[in-house]
Each structure stands twice: as C-alpha cells, then as structure tokens.
C-alpha cells in the first residue's frame, strides 16, 4: 500500500473547511522559502500558479490540493507531512491569517517499506504535467 505523502488533522481540516465556506475551492503551497515561504500557504484555488518546479504532494480535507516546490521536495522526499493548526497569526497571504491561527507542517519520516511503496509507485505529478 502507497502512503500518503500529505495529511491534514482534523484541526487543520476545520479551518480548511470554514476557509472553504468563505472562500470557495482552495490549494496549498509549502515553498522552501525563508520565514513565511517555510510555512504552508493557503491560497483561493489558481490564485497561486504553480509549474514545472512544483509537486503534488496529494489533497487534504477531501479536494484541496497541495503544492510543495521541487527543490523543497528533493529535502523532503521521505517525509510525510501533515498540515496542523495552532494560534497565532502569520504574516503573508495565506486565507488563514486573519482568523488568529496559522498553518504549520509536522512531519515523520517514512520507514524504508514505505519509500519503498512510493518509488513504486513513480514519481508524484508536477504542475507542468
């Protein structure tokens, strides 16, 4: 079995939702950017243009997309990532910062049986596929 690369928890999946309600459909992009970039950032869907240079890590909280640049990709390969919530504001653009929490990005190493799954399974799709 593939495991996922990308996960959401039910915290996070609240907010996504009320962001839902408000905003419309969303995406996630997690650069590898210095302070803000470093964070996963939550935009209306096709706000943020994503290419050739970004990959699909999969969807959380049913269809919203996440994005993470492929260089950022390439340090995090064997990882899975989990979008989380806590209090606080972020600075940026990201739809959440007004509502006095942020996204942020937990993470555990994958065991080798599941990297072993993913190389399996190929290559994730980029933005340009």
Not at 4 to 16: F, S
Not at 109 to 122: I, M, P
Request: net charge negative.
């Amino acid at each position: 079995m593939v495991p996922p690369r990308i996960l959401a928890t039910d915290a996070a999946v609240a907010v996504i939702d009320e962001l839902r309600d408000r905003h419309g459909a969303l995406m996630f992009h997690q650069s590898g950017g210095c302070c803000d970039g470093s964070a996963p950032m939550c935009y209306p869907a096709g706000e943020f243009r994503v290419g050739g240079q970004d990959v699909l890590l999969g969807h959380v909280a049913g269809d919203v997309p996440v994005w993470i640049g492929a260089a950022q990709f390439e340090y995090w390969r064997h990882t899975q990532v989990t979008i989380d919530v806590v209090p606080g504001r972020g600075a940026g653009f990201s739809l959440e910062g007004p509502t006095g929490r942020r996204f942020i990005i937990r993470s555990r190493v994958f065991s080798d049986a599941e990297v072993d799954a993913l190389d399996a399974a190929g290559p994730p799709p980029r933005g340009g596929d």
